[in-house]
């Protein structure tokens, strides 16, 4: 650290937590050079209080403070009035402080400064005031907006499992539900599945049109639902298609229910014309890939329901 002694004025380098690394010869003819870790040995009880109250806060804010009015302590007890400048730079990648002291010679000039940066503390206390209440304000703000993000992205994560027209579960909720249920049951537990397709759905629309194809599957939603158990999911699985997941269902419960829906659509009709379903049944215990093994044996069940001239229900055994 040769540079050092080049420096005009006393000169001292700490670490941002006031411990010594370096001084310089004229800082040691100043203010001695003892033994010590810190820096608080070089000035008097008041300069301390200063130096903690208000230059180290300033200088950890902006990095630097230019012209502070200080006191050094000689090694035999005289205050020695200073100016003192420092700045936090970085060697090596390791942040250190490098302190640049001018022995005050003017009397009123150190009493000015020292006034101003009473009036400038007190006016950065104004402004820490004023700052802290404008960040209560942004916090309260931040939090009314956290608020109306949870309920939007709540509201955004019911749409993305619900059927726009018919306000019922889709294909993503179906999964969710068959994923909650195998996350709660023994390997012994028993799932069911329904999937339902109205019978010559596209003549309706080609014949009466879309609207009334939607009043169909409107009231098909409803006829379903009044069909199921607490508990159980009534899924638009796509188009005409309709899917009911019934938890904890042998095949014998799920063709009860499945001989409800019957029933239900019974009453259901397009310009005096009765509209029927075809449905497949199936039932699996917990197992690998299983709703799409669910998913697969009821496919097949419905299948073989149409071929055989639709309205009737089939169990896939």
């Known amino acids: 650290m040769l540079y050092l002694d080049r420096l005009p004025g006393p000169v001292l380098v700490t670490d941002c937590n006031g411990r010594i690394k370096h001084s310089n010869c004229d800082f040691k003819r100043l203010a001695g050079a003892g033994a010590t870790e810190g820096m608080d040995q070089f000035f008097p009880p008041a300069s301390r209080i200063f130096l903690q109250t208000h230059a180290w806060p300033l200088l950890l804010r902006n990095g630097e403070f230019s012209e502070l009015y200080l006191q050094l302590q000689s090694e035999n007890g005289q205050a020695i009035p200073v100016m003192a400048n420092a700045r936090i730079s970085e060697v090596d ?3 250190e402080v490098i302190w640049l002291f001018f022995v005050a010679k003017d009397r009123q000039r150190f009493e ?3 006034l101003k940066a009473r009036e400038q503390a007190q ?3 104004a402004q820490l005031a004023k700052a802290n209440l404008a960040l209560q304000s942004a916090y309260a703000q931040m939090a009314n907006y956290a608020v109306e993000i949870q309920s939007e992205a709540e509201q955004l994560a019911q749409l993305s499992h619900t059927d726009p027209l018919t306000a019922l579960s889709n294909r993503r909720a179906l999964s969710v539900h068959v ?3 195998l ?10 599945l329904l999937l339902i397709d109205i019978d010559h759905f596209k003549q309706i629309n080609d014949r009466f049109g879309h609207a009334e194809g939607d009043r169909v599957l409107v009231d098909m939603a409803q006829r379903l639902l009044a069909s199921v158990r607490s508990g159980d999911s009534v899924v638009r699985y796509g188009g ?3 899917a009911i997941w019934l938890p904890n269902a042998d095949l014998a419960e799920a063709s009860d229910i499945a001989e409800r829906v019957h029933d239900q659509i ?9 509209v029927t379903v075809s449905i497949g049944i199936a039932s699996l215990k917990p197992c690998e890939r299983y709703l799409e093994r669910l998913l697969a044996a009821a496919d097949k069940a419905l299948y073989t329901a149409k071929a055989q001239g639709r309205n009737r229900s089939i169990r896939h055994e």
């Not at 019974?266 to 009765?274: G, I, Q």
């Open 112 to 114: 000015a400064e020292l």
């Open 179 to 181: 994923e909650q249920w």
């Open 123 to 125: 006016e950065s206390a």
């Open 240 to 242: 005409e298609e309709f």
């Open 183 to 192: 996350g709660s049951v023994s390997d012994m537990a028993c799932g069911s």
């Open 93 to 95: 990648g390791v942040p």
């Open 266 to 274: 019974k009453a259901l009709e397009v310009a005096s014309e009765a």
